[in-house]
């Protein structure tokens, strides 16, 4: 049962040490933890996040044909890869059966914090309810929103927000003062809910979704503001340093 929840902004406002021994939940709503669920759920056996196009090139090359190469640079579709980090390029016929070497600018950077959790799971609307009962299970929370390039983006703390309301709602839930502007921030987005702002308008207007419209990746955000499209727990294993879905 979950007694402690707490939420980190950013990346830069938190250490390797707040998540010590903790359930973690890595977040980039626009768009690489949507991404990822959405690889899960086309069949990928695995997403494998690394920090540069190197390690990732080189990794895909020892997996030869099992692999298949995504992420971005800038939002944009690496030179040499098979996928971007558009949600809806990661289908069956692309993915199925295989494994995703993946690297984006900050949301497989976040991940990198997370070595001494004891359980990393990786967070999008698209798989929030199944996400929420699995961290209901857990001792202490801790959210951690990647952020783009060192700026909190509205996208990431709203997820955050809604997932800290629903733990509140379980029961009486220790949290940070972040955790309380997050949930402040959902529940005021709830409020447009009901006027029918949907929640992808409220993401067009947040850092991450003017990016996406600037380089033509609008459809992105619609995908990534779909709440509860899969069943699906992602969890990143250390070990082996993968995501798996379960
Ligand atoms: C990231 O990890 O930096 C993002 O997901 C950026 C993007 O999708 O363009």
Known sequence: MCDTARVHL??????P????????????????TTTIVYALAA?????????????????????????VLGGERG???????????SPDEYTPASVSGRTVVFTTTNGTRAMEQCRQARQVLIGSFANFSATCRELSQAERVEILCAGTDGQITREDVLFAGAVIDDLMRARAVLVNDQAEIA?????????????LKPLAETLRSSVGGRNLIEIG??????????????DLVAELRLKPW????R
């Open 10 to 15: 950013l990346p830069g406002l938190a250490t």
């Open 17 to 32: 040490d707040d998540f010590a021994g903790a359930t973690v939940v890595v977040v980039d709503i626009l768009r690489a």
């Open 43 to 67: 069949g990928a056996t695995r997403v494998v996040p690394l920090l540069s196009i190197e390690e990732a090139a080189a990794r895909a090359q020892t997996l030869g044909e099992a692999a």
């Open 75 to 85: 939002g944009r579709k690496i030179e040499g890869f098979h996928l971007g980090n």
């Open 183 to 195: 949930a402040d921030a959902w529940r005021s987005v709830q409020r447009d809910f009901a006027s």
């Open 217 to 230: 990746h609008e459809r992105d955000i619609a995908i990534a503001a779909e709440i509860d499209k899969f």
């Open 242 to 245: 993968e995501i798996v879905s």
